[in-house]
């Protein structure tokens, strides 16, 4: 008897929690095909997530400036974040929409608004016109201290504009993204070749391999999720000095920690710029942020254990990423 009534009570507890059919059968471990709507699907996250969701079964419709080649399970959808009529065709009749497209780099204030504002606004009104009733931002863990960075405050405006917005959401904040297909680490894995690790001062940092972030963002498309910030990462913290070891390993090298300075860190940035022009890695507004002694997720923000959880360690996706390069002709 005492069996029953606990059947019974769970029985009513999961047909309250979940609303829909498909987000029901997630809590079995099973996901019914849907139709997810992405932005940023030529990019390196994006790119990650888009094939996750064709491997789990799953159709998607994403938008792309240029013309893509041909794939099953992706409708390519040509518009911008600045072209309304794109949007609208993008996120009509979707299960989710999952807004992964951002600026990381950009000359100034203006430029990282309209890319990271602008284009939110964008997809969110999208998103209220046709009805959208599950949308999955992903910002930056630059969110929680927009004072220090143009990127930062950006991003923390995005997310305003997503708590504002009618419809379920849930924000992903990253820290450090890696992995295969990535292009903005590659320099530290090219320097530790040469045995030492620039690194910003002395500081903290969390870290996350593109695979285990894809595979969040997939899961909150099949089942939702709440109103809330989630801050994912693989687990751990780690020192400046811990992280560019690991970097070493992955090359097969033993590196000499260089902290720098904030004023040395600066004036590399100028230096980045004036060589590589807008192909710079180290910007002065991405300097200002990479001093700040702590970019490690918050554990009371990352998302519940019964939901998702990492299964890729740093040494694992530092040599996956390392072996990448190599097979491109990239160190």
Not at 158 to 171: C, D, K, L, M, Q
Not at 231 to 246: L, P, R
Not at 310 to 322: H, S
Request: overall charge positive.
């Amino acid at each position: 008897m005492r069996h029953g009534r606990r059947w019974f009570i769970e029985t009513i507890w999961r047909c309250c929690e979940r609303p829909s059919s498909s987000t029901t059968s997630a809590i079995y471990g099973e996901s019914q095909a849907v139709l997810i709507a992405l932005t940023g699907a030529t990019g390196f996250v994006g790119g990650r997530t888009l094939d996750l969701l064709i491997e789990r079964g799953h159709r998607a419709r994403a938008l792309t400036r240029r013309p893509q080649p041909l794939r099953d399970g992706v409708e390519w959808i040509e518009g911008a974040l600045d072209r309304p009529d794109g949007l609208d065709v993008l996120v009509s009749h979707v299960d989710a929409v999952l807004h992964i497209a951002g600026v990381v780099n950009a000359p100034d204030r203006a430029a990282f608004a309209t890319g990271n504002i602008v284009g939110t606004h964008a997809i969110i009104d999208a998103a209220t016109r046709t009805k959208v009733k599950r949308f999955i931002h992903v910002s930056s863990l630059a969110a929680r201290e927009p004072a220090l960075s143009d990127y930062g405050w950006s991003k923390a405006e995005a997310e305003h504009v997503v708590e504002r917005s009618s419809f379920g959401w849930t924000i992903v904040r990253p820290p450090a993204v890696y992995g295969p297909g990535d292009l903005e680490m590659r320099d530290m894995f090219r320097i530790a070749r040469l045995g030492i690790a620039l690194l910003p001062p002395p500081g903290r940092m969390s870290a996350i391999m593109v695979d285990d972030l894809a595979r969040l963002l997939v899961t909150l498309a099949e089942r939702g999720g709440p109103r809330l910030v989630y801050e994912a990462d693989d687990g751990h913290a780690y020192t400046h000095a811990e992280f560019g070891a690991a970097i070493g390993r992955a090359v097969g090298r033993r590196v000499l920690p260089l902290p720098l300075p904030a004023t040395l860190l600066r004036l590399g940035a100028r230096i980045d710029r004036r060589l590589r022009g807008s192909r710079a890695k180290l910007t002065p507004d991405r300097a200002a942020y990479l001093a700040h002694p702590d970019w490690t997720a918050d554990p009371a923000r990352r998302p519940p254990l019964d939901l998702w959880t990492p299964q890729v360690d740093l040494t694992r996706g530092l040599a996956d990423t390392a072996r990448w390069y190599r097979e491109e002709g990239l160190l």
